[in-house]
């Protein structure tokens, strides 16, 4: 049985009455140990389908529609508020972007990662747990660390805080949405680093929210491509980066900046995500697609098996 198996996951965004679909469809599984990374461009419903996991996303406005998120098992979708509390941060834990804008900035680091203790293990909810923790992030001198405010410390030392945040109640599933982002190339891949010791020492599986295809070379076991509220390619990590089956994942690729040639310009993608409750018929990358055609807009496509584990929402892919 796999850790996490999202089956079908719709979801809609109310708002004056109108419901908006941002989710549409979404079925995705995660094994214990493995990496997932949730690629696509801003706007695609990543972080939504992410957040949907531990019912993080507030309803209202949301509502959840249709299908199932079964984390150990259990539906989360069914779940009272009081088991939720069980499962947010016991069974599954977040790392957001932005740590600078996720910490308390009145509070010192340590107090955090103690309050975050007191949650889930109230027993080592002192400051010997927070020193340990805080040396499982690579932090130094975790002795005096633990005494100093968010502000006092940069944006790299701020995210392996968070970081030790969502592993004091030892998950077995790390959320971490795109946990790179404003920090600088350098602390990329220190973060990056961490995050795949981490996995190894521990255990746990990540689900990794990114819009940076680098990262997932480096990190992924399996990559899911959301287009517009929908899985449109699910492969392999190295099978879909050697040979991108979907239109879009070969658009996304093909945008990447290259090292060797002359480029004066970089490739783009025309056009834009399409907005949520304003999506065009049929398959809805057609308006951006190199090779649509007139019987694209007739219907959705459906996610199709096309090889073993790989999964295309094209039925022109070949």
């Known amino acids: 049985m796999?850790?996490?198996?999202?089956?079908?996951?719709?979801?809609?965004?109310?708002?004056?009455?109108?419901?908006?679909?941002?989710?549409?469809?979404?079925?995705?599984?995660?094994?214990?140990?493995?990496?997932l990374c949730i690629v696509g461009e801003s706007g695609c419903g990543k972080s939504v389908t992410a957040q949907s996991i531990a019912r993080l996303v507030p309803t209202p406005p949301a509502r959840y529609v249709d299908g199932e998120i079964l984390l150990n098992g259990r539906d989360t979708l069914k779940m009272s508020p009081a088991e939720l509390q069980t499962i947010r941060g016991g069974v599954v834990s977040y790392v957001f972007q932005e740590p600078g804008a996720s910490l308390n900035p009145v509070f010192r680091v340590g107090a955090q990662i103690k309050e975050s203790l007191k949650l889930h293990q109230p027993a080592k909810a002192n400051d010997v747990e927070v020193i340990r923790l805080l040396k499982l992030v690579g932090i130094p001198a975790p002795e005096s660390r633990l005494k100093n405010y968010p502000f006092e410390m940069s944006g790299g030392m701020q995210q392996r805080v968070m970081i030790a945040m969502a592993l004091a109640s030892e998950p077995k599933l790390l959320v971490a949405d795109e946990p790179t982002t404003a920090l600088d190339v350098t602390i990329q891949a220190q973060i990056l680093d961490l995050l795949r010791d981490l996995k190894q020492r521990l255990g746990m599986a990540i689900l990794l929210i990114t819009h940076n295809l680098g990262i997932v070379g480096d990190m992924a076991d399996r990559v899911a491509v959301m287009y517009a509220g929908q899985v449109v390619e699910l492969a392999p990590a190295r099978e879909l980066l050697r040979c991108p089956l979907h239109p879009y994942t070969r658009a996304l690729m093909a945008s990447v900046p290259k090292l060797q040639g002359n480029h004066d310009r970089l490739t783009a993608i025309p056009g834009n995500v399409p907005r949520i409750g304003n999506f065009p018929p049929g398959c809805r990358f057609a308006p951006r697609c190199p090779i649509a055609k007139p019987e694209c807009v007739e219907k959705i496509p459906e996610l199709l098996e096309v090889e073993p584990q790989r999964w295309v929402r094209c039925p022109f892919w070949k």
Request: no cysteine.
């Open 2 to 35: 796999p850790l996490l198996e999202i089956r079908n996951l719709q979801l809609d965004f109310v708002t004056d009455g109108h419901a908006a679909r941002a989710v549409d469809g979404v079925s995705l599984h995660i094994d214990a140990g493995e990496t």
